[in-house]
């Protein structure tokens, strides 16, 4: 989570020029007080990230002082500054100031209702998604393409039928947290009304590259997004998918993360007269990948896309080899070849990908009459 990936990022989108698109504006964010966390969080739990971070006290049962989620001096001012990002957003979309907005600081995933984890300790896009639905949004829709599992957030919402969360990650069998099966379907409100089929959880396998990945998504998530009609989408565009990154054991190619960006973009045109926030989240190839992933984000997010053929920007690699002494990526994509089967083609028994997709169908499809072999 090394902060250079933020100024990395923020360097190379300035660099291509997205901040000063004639329809972008940039927010500067505050800090998320109290009252506004406890939307999402036990105020208990934020009692403890503010012990943690005034007098260094660890509190293992809130996941704080652990290896994952170490404490320092500034820990809740940092966190409540991410999360303020994004739910500024939610109040500009709300308002119509905004039809799009893009926190790359943040897609804290990891952080449940009463316990931080993964790095993460104010969950930024469960409080967007809150406060909108408090303003009176009907449904939304988070989508994870992190290569961990969004499991704060489902957590948060799985007994709530008004939010679907979709999580496309590697399996919880190889890689943390160890959660996100197809069996974690969704829970009961409080009402009794039934949230079964809104948590949704596609545990693919190590190996994973662009095909497998953006087969997954198509196989899935169009149906599933369409049956729910949401009013909102809410991503999190975790980049530690790339073939590259230190901490996950999928394949992807800058390339493909890209197009995951631009298909989430047609999904909200297509179903929420494009109301779309997007956040980062993991990523820890700091200098190479997340500069260029996130900035494909932004790109497509502000509706001015980049291509992959496009130089990176010269300013930011004469930064990147002054400053960190490391040779540069010089082009924006990784050539690589984004190809994948539709699941109109079939399934394959013999192919894990395919395993894994029909076990999620098979568990969510029926919920909503959706045919788990042919829709």
């Known amino acids: 989570m090394d902060p250079v990936r933020l100024e990395l990022t923020e360097l190379m989108s300035r660099e291509l020029g997205l901040f000063h698109l004639p329809h972008v504006s940039t927010l500067t964010p505050g800090i998320a007080d109290d009252d506004a966390l406890a939307s999402v969080h036990d105020p208990a739990y934020i009692a403890a990230v503010h012990a943690a971070s005034r007098d260094g006290i660890a509190s293992p049962e809130h996941g704080l002082g652990t290896e994952d989620t170490p404490i320092f001096a500034e820990l809740h001012t940092g966190a409540a500054r991410i999360a303020a990002g994004t739910l500024s957003l939610a109040e500009a979309l709300h308002r119509g100031a905004i039809t799009r907005g893009v926190n790359f600081a943040g897609g804290m995933h990891h952080a449940a209702r009463a316990k931080a984890g993964g790095f993460c300790v104010y969950n930024d896009a469960a409080l967007a998604i809150q406060r909108l639905l408090d303003l009176g949004t009907a449904r939304a829709v988070y989508i994870d393409i992190d290569a961990h599992h969004g499991d704060g957030t489902q957590e948060i919402f799985y007994n709530d039928p008004r939010v679907m969360t979709i999580s496309l990650h590697q399996s919880g069998v190889t890689l943390f947290p160890g959660t996100g099966y197809p069996n974690e379907i969704g829970g009961t409100a409080e009402d009794g009304t039934s949230a079964e089929g809104t948590s949704i959880n596609i545990a693919l396998p190590e190996g994973t590259g662009d095909a497998g ?27 530690d998918t790339h073939v590259d990154d230190p901490l996950s054991d999928l394949r992807l190619s800058i390339d493909g993360q890209r ?39 932004t790109a497509v997010v502000a509706g001015a896309p ?44 013999e192919d894990a990908v395919d395993r894994a997709v029909i076990q999620t169908r098979k568990e969510i499809f029926p919920l909503h009459g959706l045919d788990p072999w042919f829709d």
């Open 306 to 349: 980049v291509p992959l053929t496009a130089p990176t920007p010269q300013p930011w690699r004469d930064h990147v080899t002054e400053i960190y002494g490391r040779t540069p990526t010089a082009l924006m994509g990784d050539d690589a070849e984004l190809w994948w089967r539709s699941w109109e083609l079939g399934y394959d028994p």
């Open 259 to 297: 197009q995951l960006a631009v298909d989430i973009a047609h999904l909200a045109e297509e179903h929420c007269e494009d109301r779309w926030i997007a956040t980062g989240g993991g990523g820890y190839a700091v200098y190479d990948v997340v500069p260029r992933s996130w900035s494909h984000l």
């Open 213 to 239: 990945f953006l087969r997954a998504f198509h196989a899935i998530v169009p149906a599933v997004v369409a049956a729910f009609e949401p009013e909102v989408i809410v991503s999190q565009h975790g980049c």
